[in-house]
């Protein structure tokens, strides 16, 4: 049971991290994700997907685009695949308390002389390519000999994406997913597409209004003819959710339909 220590330290009656089982296998390259942790202490969590899981790694001062900074990566317990899309905030009280965002993610492919990834982490030698929205080319994931056996070191090799200057957590601190930084996650922890839907909606300055009754999306109907008349238009249908937004002073209410 991959998950079981995962598991075990979570109460998921309290946290809204995701319990496992659900997730789906890559079918091409496999996930990798790095997660900005704000817990007691503010680390890196860089997650690969093996074995159906994501095996994990802590990196306290987080990942580098220079070759010669060589970040302490320290493995911790498997997690479930579907942690790659968590952002939100772990409750006080709870294992890993603090808020998470998505910082970068993508997928990646060992390049070493090892190339299935079970069998290079098993050699403690992950020479990997990262094909992220923030961290590309090679990087090494090299475990510690003669250490405590969960300290490994994570850096850039040197290729066209190291860089000297640039401080990728300063200059790029922000999610993937919802473009917030990790303190602005909010308290109650909403889905992270909601609080990036306020900000573009408060970016459109619509005007507050009281609607009454209530209003539902309009959703397509199948039909087996296409209608006719002139007074018929066709467009494209998009799959997915339609959503009504409602601004009531400062807030904004949410109504989906599939
Ligand atoms: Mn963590």
Redesign the pocket.
């Given at each position: 049971m991959a998950l079981e220590k995962y598991q075990r330290k979570r109460d998921f009656s309290k946290t809204s991290e995701p319990a496992g089982g659900e997730g789906q296998e890559s079918k091409d390259q496999p996930r990798f994700v790095i997660?900005k942790?704000r817990?007691k202490r503010l680390?890196?969590?860089l997650r690969l997907e093996m074995e159906g899981v994501l095996r994990?790694w802590?990196i306290p001062k987080g990942p580098s685009l220079n070759p010669d900074d060589k970040r302490l990566a320290i493995q911790?317990e498997d997690h479930p695949l579907e942690y790659a899309d968590f952002e939100g905030i772990i409750p006080e009280g709870e294992y890993?308390a603090?808020k998470?965002i998505v910082w970068d993610q993508g997928t990646y492919e060992c390049i070493g002389e090892e190339t299935d990834p079970v069998k290079a982490w098993k050699t403690g030698k992950l020479d990997m390519r990262l094909h992220g929205q923030k961290l590309k080319g090679m990087w090494l994931l090299i475990k510690l000999k003669g250490r405590q056996d969960n300290q490994w070191l994570f850096f850039k090799k040197k290729d066209e994406y190291s860089d000297l200057q640039t401080e990728i957590t300063e200059e790029a601190p922000e999610s993937v997913l919802s473009g917030l930084e990790v303190d602005e996650i909010e308290a109650e922890a909403s889905p992270a597409w909601h609080s990036r839907v306020h900000r573009l909606l408060e970016e459109l300055q619509i005007p507050s209004r009281e609607i009454k009754g209530q209003v539902r999306p309009m959703l397509a109907t199948l039909v087996t003819k296409v209608p006719e008349g002139s007074h018929w238009i066709y467009e494209l249908k998009y799959d997915g959710i339609r959503a009504l937004a409602v601004k009531k002073k400062t807030s904004f209410s949410f109504t989906l339909a599939a």
């Open positions: 997660q942790h817990a680390h890196y969590d994990s802590a911790v890993g603090g998470v």
